[in-house]
């Protein structure tokens, strides 16, 4: 099965709030794809808070996973 994540699933695993444990637990034992726009705002949302390097590190922590880009629509 193929879970499609969305950009709050991403951030609520990256920022370890409530349901980070399953989403973790779906990026580990699961397909997991996230479509280019929902990156986007990840990317965007750390960005903003942080910086590009934080920015940067949560997308390739989240593809170091096993997650996949979309961009098709």
């Given amino acids: 099965m193929t879970f499609v994540l969305d950009a709050c699933a991403?951030?609520?695993?990256a920022r370890d709030e409530?349901?980070?444990d399953v989403v973790?637990?779906?990026l580990t034992n699961e397909n997991c794809v996230a479509h280019?726009?929902?990156?986007?705002?990840?990317?965007?949302?750390f960005f903003r808070a942080a910086n590009q390097m934080a920015a940067d590190?949560?997308?390739?922590d989240l593809l170091s996973l096993g997650l996949a880009i979309r961009e098709d629509m």
Avoid at 36 to 45: F, G, K, S, T, V
Avoid at 57 to 60: G, L, Q
């Fill in 10 to 13: 991403m951030i609520a695993f």
């Fill in 18 to 20: 409530p349901g980070a």
């Fill in 24 to 26: 973790e637990d779906i």
């Fill in 36 to 45: 280019a726009p929902n990156m986007c705002e990840l990317y965007y949302d």
């Fill in 57 to 60: 590190s949560v997308v390739s």
